[in-house]
């Protein structure tokens, strides 16, 4: 049996430069790894049947990210082993942490290994992007320059600092922010210097900002902190810090019912990690 994580990601800025002929938003955005996980366990069905042994609230089986990649996967390799997967679901759902896709990029890498299927990174970050935009750049596992829908992806190194991150009561549609009429889609296109001198901001923050007023709010409390800003189109918010305790302190002051968490940011994804053990392969 396999036990593997499933990381969270913040866009650290996103900017709209366009849109596609379908429509979709073409993006340039900087995603960072944070060590706050799903962990998905995966056990081989050799009568290859995929069974999924724990469902979410809400999302029947057959629409689960981790259902259909491990049936994407099967389908495409016309591969005859089956599996069961469990799912402890740690990430907030529909709050710009990319969980679902996350959960989606492990079931590909780690059934990947147990069939022994053969696809190379890039071969699965393209079956990934069929489930959706966010997957390849959790199958690369690097911090990442992302452009396009977000599956042109560059490595990045970046400081790995702490982040407090907190995921408002509110479920924030991506369809609803990438549709509404204030939306800027008109950013210039940025160089990585310019972002890495601190230049960009999330285009979708004043959007969401003014439609939920929680994440307004709790914008405003963390910046008393460092400068706070929204992940994806929200609804979660997040400040860095160089330590630890200085976050864990931040969090301390917060209201008692709001949702945190305090998490590291990483080049380099623990699925890597357990992948390349997995392999017996030095990075
Ligand atoms: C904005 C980002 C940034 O990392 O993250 P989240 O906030 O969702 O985590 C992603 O690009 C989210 O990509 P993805 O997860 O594939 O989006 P979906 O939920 O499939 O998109 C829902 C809908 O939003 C619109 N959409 C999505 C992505 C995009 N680049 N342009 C779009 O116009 C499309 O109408 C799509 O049908
Ligand atoms: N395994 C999964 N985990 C989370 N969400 C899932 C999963 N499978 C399907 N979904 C659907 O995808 C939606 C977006 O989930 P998620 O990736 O957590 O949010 P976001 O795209 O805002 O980062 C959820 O509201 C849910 O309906």
Not at 168 to 189: G, M, N, Y
């Amino acid at each position: 049996m396999l036990t593997w994580p499933a990381p969270a990601k913040l866009n650290l800025f996103l900017h709209i430069t366009g849109r596609r002929g379908d429509g979709y938003h073409l993006l340039q955005t900087a995603f960072q790894l944070i060590d706050f996980c799903d962990w998905l366990e995966f056990q081989l069905c050799p009568d290859g049947n995929i069974q999924h042994l724990s469902p979410l609230p809400g999302v029947s089986v057959e629409q689960d990210l981790v259902y259909r990649a491990a049936r994407l996967l099967q389908q495409r390799t016309a591969c005859s082993q089956g599996a069961e997967i469990r799912i402890h679901k740690r990430l907030p759902m529909g709050g710009g942490l990319g969980g679902g896709s996350s959960d989606a990029a492990t079931t590909l890498v780690a059934l990947n290994h147990l069939w022994a299927t053969g696809l190379s990174t890039s071969q699965l970050a393209q079956l990934g992007l069929e489930l959706g935009a966010d997957v390849p750049v959790f199958i690369y596992g690097r911090a990442a320059w992302g452009e396009g829908v977000g599956e042109q992806l560059q490595p990045l190194e970046l400081s790995e600092p702490w982040y407090l991150v907190f995921t408002p009561p509110v479920q924030v549609s991506t369809r609803e922010i990438f549709t509404a009429p204030e939306l800027t889609r008109d950013c210039k296109p940025m160089t990585i210097s310019s972002f890495l001198s601190g230049e960009g901001q999330n285009v979708c923050e004043p959007v969401v900002r003014q439609r939920y007023p929680i994440v307004a709010e709790t914008l405003d409390w963390l910046s008393q902190f460092s400068p706070a800003r929204m992940t994806g189109t929200g609804s979660s918010v997040f400040a860095m810090f160089d330590e630890k305790a200085k976050a864990l302190e931040a969090l301390a002051q917060a209201p008692s019912h709001w949702r945190g968490i305090v998490a590291k940011g990483c080049n380099y994804s623990p699925l890597l990690g357990c992948l390349e053990e997995a392999v017996g392969k030095q990075r």
